[in-house]
Nanobody, 115 residues
């Protein structure tokens, strides 16, 4: 089992920045991939960024050049740095971790981009 706890969401003006954090605990050595997803009202959950054990990070086209995934292995924490935020980035953001059997999810954190 893996537990994920997120923090860092909030209200930001268009063009602003936020950094989301996700701390993992439990059987973290089983994790083969991790990343971030988001879900806007009335829409399906969608991939934002995904890092795999090969060392590569895949980004959704709509965040390329604006969002950056990173991780701190010493603290078992992953981050999503979000710059140049747009109103259409408004959503609940979820961190994710995968092991060979399960997907694990954080509780979600609201990001609202509005003037």
């Amino acid at each position: 089992q893996v537990q994920l706890v997120e923090s860092g969401g909030g209200l930001v003006q268009p063009g602003g920045s936020l950094r989301l954090s996700c701390a993992a605990s439990g059987n973290i050595f089983s994790i083969s991939a991790m990343g971030w997803y988001r879900q806007a009202p009335g829409k399906q959950r969608e991939l934002v960024a995904r890092f795999t054990s090969t060392g590569s990070t895949n980004y959704a086209d709509f965040v390329k050049g604006r969002f950056t995934f990173s991780k701190d292995n010493a603290n078992n924490t992953q981050y999503l740095q979000m710059n140049s935020l747009k109103p259409e980035d408004t959503a609940v953001y979820y961190c994710n971790a995968e092991d060979p059997k399960y997907d694990y999810w954080g509780q979600g954190t609201q990001v609202t981009v509005s003037s």
